[in-house]
């Protein structure tokens, strides 16, 4: 079994686009800061030859537009926020 903990900061290369039901879209290049805890194990060697193991990470942050905002002079294009994955 094993657990740990990280920091995160992941930044998107190309653009992300979301489109609302009305057709409208928006484009643009996210960040996100978080911290991640992982959770796993391992099983013991099965013949001497295979191990089987998993792993979950727990992803708790915040996502913001920096490029944007900087190009553009507007503010963080995504609003409060708190960006979480499994």
Do not use: C
């Not at 990280?6 to 911290?35: C, D, Y």
């Not at 708790?60 to 995504?78: K, Q, R």
């Amino acid at each position: 079994m094993f657990l740990g903990v990280k920091a995160r900061f992941m930044s998107s290369l190309t653009w992300a686009t979301f489109i609302h039901q009305n057709g409208e879209s928006v484009s643009f290049h996210p960040v996100v800061v978080a911290g991640v805890v992982t959770v796993g194990g391992a099983s013991p060697m099965i013949q001497d030859v295979y191990r089987m193991d998993g792993g979950m990470d727990f992803l708790l942050g915040y996502s913001f537009t920096p490029y944007d905002s900087a190009i553009y002079g507007t503010g963080n294009l995504i609003g409060k926020n708190l960006t979480f994955a499994l």
